[in-house]
């Protein structure tokens, strides 16, 4: 057998720039372990390890209501790295919180790769001396979201497997083609979809939605930064609704795990709510096939709050 079952190394990978890496260490017959950290890492990940033996890939965090970058790892989740895992692929640049201690434990831990380094993220504006500092300032690591920014996820994972377990180099190289012409297919129709609203204006209540509108070409009026599925209280609200209507939307992206409130409020002020799966709320198990069926589904949501919106100007 060609695997390990414990590596001597710490890997880095900067998507196409693989300096310093090497395969995975042969000391004793088995599977290879590798975990993803979050579902969406580990669907793409699925489907650049499918059909390839002896190895077994797994969700290491499991469905999460709130935002993956708030994400504390659990001494429950170290342990089963450091003992359960060959390698980890992550998505670094900040979407895991804890992407220091991955990298910390050095030869006593699995090796492991951030595959979003050298990737091109969208950052927003430069925090100003004096402002205080949150993760909605800097690169906004959810690429993931956009069918276009998988692709290149895709290619970086595969980049990574390559060097890690070069002996089924082709096998990876061949399923990240299949995969990347897999999300072209779906990207090109989904703009076909939405090809009748492209430039329309719309406002965004989670950060990972920006990926969304960049792929469909919607024009962003305004983004309210807030927490996915967080409480809020009544000022909160009456600010956000007052932006909203000097933002001149009609039509609200939010994730699909907002509250059921705020949802409600947006809809009795006239907007039209699209909900989108932001890829936080799913089992180890749904892999690549289920993350295109959830792109698919966020692209007519989209659509289908648009419709609502021009039926009720109609109506008016």
Request: charged content about 25%.
């Amino acid at each position: 057998m060609r695997r390990a079952v414990k590596l001597a190394l710490m890997l880095l990978v900067l998507a196409f720039a693989l300096c310093g890496c090497k395969p995975l260490v042969q000391e004793e017959a088995g599977p290879i372990s590798i975990y993803a950290t979050f579902y969406p890492i580990y669907a793409l990940t699925e489907a650049v390890m499918q059909g390839v033996p002896d190895a077994a890939l797994h969700c290491l965090v499991q469905p999460q209501d709130g935002c993956l970058r708030a994400y504390q790892l659990s001494d429950w989740d170290a342990a089963l790295l450091i003992r359960g895992a060959d390698a980890v692929i992550a998505g670094g640049r900040g979407l895991e919180c804890f992407e220091s201690a991955l990298f910390g434990w050095g030869e006593d831990g699995p090796a492991v790769s951030a595959v979003l380094y050298n990737l091109e993220l969208y950052e927003p504006r430069q925090r100003v001396d004096g402002e205080a500092q949150s993760h909605f300032q800097g690169p906004n690591p959810h690429l993931y979201m956009s069918l276009d920014g998988a692709a290149h996820i895709v290619e970086s994972i595969s980049a990574t497997l390559v060097s890690l377990d070069p002996d089924y180099s082709e096998q990876y190289i061949s399923n990240a083609a299949n995969a990347v012409k897999a999300l072209d297919t779906l990207l090109d129709a989904s703009r076909s979809k939405l090809a009748a609203h492209k430039g329309r204006r719309v406002a965004l209540m989670s950060e990972a939605l920006i990926y969304v509108a960049q792929d469909y070409e919607l024009e962003v009026a305004d983004w309210i930064e807030r927490e996915p599925g967080s409480a809020y209280g009544d000022n909160e609200l009456a600010m956000w609704l007052e932006r909203l209507e000097k933002a001149d939307v009609e039509v609200v992206l939010i994730e699909k795990q907002a509250p059921q409130a705020l949802v409600e409020s947006l809809e009795a002020q006239g907007y039209a709510v699209a909900l989108i799966d932001v890829l936080s709320t799913h089992l180890e198990g749904e892999g690549f096939d289920r993350y295109l069926e959830i792109q698919d589904d966020n692209a007519q949501a989209i659509s289908d709050a648009f419709e609502r919106a021009d039926a009720g100007k109609e109506q008016h």
